[in-house]
């Protein structure tokens, strides 16, 4: 199908809606119809500018004849303004038209582990999964501790948190893999570099719609919390853990003294690691388009080193280098995060062409 064609049936699908919506109809369908028009019409409105600023050119060119020659220079003035125009707006529609990721309006749970280096790796997973908070903060969007299992001097072995908001998931996505940090530990007494990483995972929070969990699958096991160095945060069976049979995912959580709370909280990192798999599974089938994407989206890839004595933060995937590295700890990741969006987005338009 050609582009023209595939533009021509969007416009007819929008005409349709709005006299399907005018005719009225029950609630439920209303709402659907409802939505798809308000999810279609901004698409429309960028078709149309497009294609009226295409039939500007073309008679802008025609008027280029003129023997006028006062007039000739005007057209020709338009004539150069709109073609310089034309390739930004028809490059955002292109992006309007690629196929959206299901996900990207989703919030998400975000995982930080420590990997390889021992305490120091503790102590930068805790640094990255502050780094989200304050990013989180600083854009508008809900940061919620769900798990946090710390060293008891500064470190985390794992942090999970749920962050909700306007377009987290499609921000974040491309934080997960392996963040590798380079500097002088604070227990180094002879001042050598030392590498050490932690592994980030971005998943899409699923809703109960999304992912079906059968109460027969679950194993559910509860136990004493336990704190810092096996001190007992209370004395009751409050901590939760969850098995999903079919897969072996386990989850828990102990940051609540409420048993149910906590079922809460485990509850909803397992359906967003179960729904994850599936995006997953389906992603894997187009594992061929997905080469020219931002990273394979295998979390054991090293994804981005943060250099303390250098100052500097790079992400190997695009070959961005940022010399600015404590504001960037302090959460200002707008430039990184924008990069990797851009970068994605080129990918897919070149793929689409």
């Given amino acids: 199908m050609s582009l023209d064609e595939k533009l021509d049936r969007i416009l ?38 497009w294609r009226q600023t295409q039939a500007d ?15 000739k220079a005007m057209a020709e003035e338009e004539y150069y303004a709109l073609k310089a125009k034309l390739p930004e707006i028809e490059r955002a529609m292109k992006l309007m038209l690629l196929p959206k990721d299901a996900a990207d309006d989703k919030n998400a749970i975000l995982e930080v582990r420590a990997g390889t280096g021992g ?28 798990e946090s299992s710390d060293t008891g001097i500064g470190g985390t072995k794992e942090a999970i948190g749920a ?13 997960s893999g392996v ?4 500097r002088v530990p604070v227990t180094e007494a002879g001042g050598r570099i030392h590498t050490s990483a932690a592994t980030v995972a971005v998943l899409p929070e699923a809703e109960e719609v999304d992912i079906a969990i059968q109460d027969k699958d679950l194993r559910i096991d509860v136990f004493r919390s336990q704190g810092a160095g096996g001190q007992h945060v209370n004395t009751t069976d409050s901590a939760v853990r969850i098995t999903h049979m079919p897969t072996g995912i386990v989850v828990g959580c102990q940051d609540e003294k409420s048993q149910h709370k906590n079922k809460a909280k485990a509850m909803k990192i397992l359906r967003a690691k179960l729904y994850d ?32 004595p250098q100052g500097r933060v790079t992400d190997h995937r695009i070959n961005l280098t940022l010399y600015k590295i404590d504001r960037v700890i302090e959460g200002e990741l707008d430039e990184i995060v924008e990069a990797l969006v851009a970068h994605d987005q080129a990918a897919k338009l070149a793929e689409a062409e």
Avoid: C
């Fill in 277 to 308: 798999r599936e995006r997953e599974a389906a992603e894997s089938e187009r594992a061929a388009s997905r080469k020219s994407q931002v990273g394979s989206g295998d979390r054991s890839e090293r994804i981005r080193t943060y250099n303390f």
């Fill in 57 to 71: 050119l073309a008679e802008a060119q025609a008027m280029m004849q003129e023997s006028d020659p006062e007039m």
């Fill in 163 to 175: 962050i909700s908001g306007k377009g987290v998931f499609a921000r974040l996505k491309f934080e």
């Fill in 12 to 49: 007819s699908r929008h005409d349709e809606l709005n006299h399907l919506l005018a005719a009225g109809g029950d609630s439920q369908s209303y709402a659907k119809l409802s939505k798809e028009l308000s999810d279609l019409t901004p698409l429309v409105e960028s078709v149309r500018t």
């Fill in 119 to 146: 305490e120091e790796a503790a102590l930068f997973a805790a640094e990255l999964f502050r780094m989200y908070q304050r990013y989180a903060a600083r854009v508008g969007w809900r940061f919620e501790v769900l």
């Fill in 179 to 182: 963040h590798r940090v380079q």
